[in-house]
């Protein structure tokens, strides 16, 4: 079993609609709780980040951490053809060599359709 | 700014020839991680440079891979004798090592190597 589990999709939805994207996660050790976009042949970039349980909203886009479940979300409000990408969740622990180590989902190949 | 490069950013080669793939890091990121992207497997780490040392090579899946790091800056990714098994996306991403908060990781495009 992987650490993050993440639905590949691919998520087809047509403009305006409202988009939520999950993962779940094994290790309880994890701090910080990203989503990270990705363009087609480009590298991932980070959307946002949460740490520990809770919300967080910025503009159109809402990210929720429930670590008693191991679960986090993203929501997209409103959604647009320019939110077509993948979406891939990350989650992040502080190891022994004092760095935060990074482990990534699988991504969720989002659709939009005007 | 400028952001993180790689070269090539296309690879065709043929098994059992090797490769190298390079990675320009944001200038005064301190840590460098490499990654490999293929369908099916995500995105799986490699190594981690801190400044020109690899405290964390965990991710290397043989000891055909290695990877070197020179004036805490140019990051360059050996393959030996590739395998079609090789044939992925390789990423790079730099940070700034930042403590207390979230180190956020910057990527570079990536290379696509294709192993025939």
């Known amino acids: 079993q992987k650490e993050v589990e993440q639905d590949p999709g691919p998520l087809s939805v047509p403009e305006g609609a409202i988009v939520s994207l999950n993962c779940t996660y094994s290790n309880s050790a994890f701090q910080y709780f990203m989503w990270y976009r990705q363009y087609s042949r480009k590298g991932p970039e980070l959307l946002m980040y949460t740490y520990s349980s809770g919300n967080k909203e910025d503009g159109r886009f809402t990210a929720q951490v429930d670590k008693s479940s191991k679960y986090i979300s993203l929501f997209i409000r409103d959604s647009q053809p320019s939110d077509s990408a993948t979406y891939l969740c990350a989650m992040s622990v502080r190891v022994s060599g004092g760095y935060q180590k990074v482990t990534f989902g699988i991504g969720t190949k989002l659709q939009v359709i005007p | ?116």
């Open chain 2, 1 to 116: 700014g400028a952001g993180v490069s790689q070269s090539p950013s296309n690879k065709v080669t043929e098994k059992g020839k090797d490769v190298e793939l390079r990675c320009d890091p944001i200038s005064g990121h301190t840590a460098l991680y490499w990654y490999r992207q293929s369908l099916g497997q995500g995105l799986e780490f490699l190594i981690y440079f801190q400044g020109n040392s690899a405290p964390d090579k965990s991710g290397l899946p043989s000891d055909r891979f290695s990877a070197e790091r020179t004036g805490g800056s140019v990051s360059t990714l050996t393959i030996q004798r590739t395998q079609q098994e090789d044939s992925a996306v390789y990423l790079c991403a730099s940070s700034l090592e930042l403590a207390g908060t979230l180190d956020t990781q910057y990527f570079g495009p990536g290379t696509r190597l294709t192993v025939l």
